[in-house]
Nanobody, 124 residues
Framework: QVQLVESGGGLVQAGSSLRLSCAVSRGTFRNYVMGWFRQTPGKGREFVAAINWSGLRIYYADSVKGRFTISRDNAKSTIYLQMNSLKPEDTAVYYC?????????????????WGQGTQVTVSS
């Protein structure tokens, strides 16, 4: 079973930066499109960003474009989400996900494996 473990969340002030990591094990990492999603209480999971196996195809939600950067290190089976200029509305549990079918999709149902999530809280 593929395992995804997120880390790097925390409590920060508006305007600050955080870097999330997601380590993948027990799978063929290089074959996966990887994505980041976020979720707040009472809402569904919201797409944040996705990256293909080579890192040459990247897709962002409009709400984070220009502030967040997704990247991957295939040698370490890890993806990252660099979050700059954080806003209170970025507060959420952030999840990484793996898509074994390489769809580069923004819908949660397209992803096959999920991490447990890491909390990001941005205070005003």
């Amino acid at each position: 079973q593929v395992q995804l473990v997120e880390s790097g969340g925390g409590l920060v002030q508006a305007g600050s930066s955080l870097r999330l990591s997601c380590a993948v094990s027990r799978g063929t990492f290089r074959n996966y499109v990887m994505g980041w999603f976020r979720q707040t209480p009472g809402k569904g999971r919201e797409f944040v960003a996705a990256i293909n196996w080579s890192g040459l195809r990247i897709y962002y939600a409009d709400s984070v474009k220009g502030r967040f950067t997704i990247s991957r290190d295939n040698a370490k089976s890890t993806i990252y989400l660099q979050m700059n200029s954080l806003k209170p509305e970025d507060t959420a549990v952030y999840y990484c996900a793996a898509d074994a079918t390489n769809n580069m999709a923004s819908t949660p149902s397209s992803y096959d494996y999920w991490g447990q999530g890491t909390q990001v809280t941005v205070s005003s």
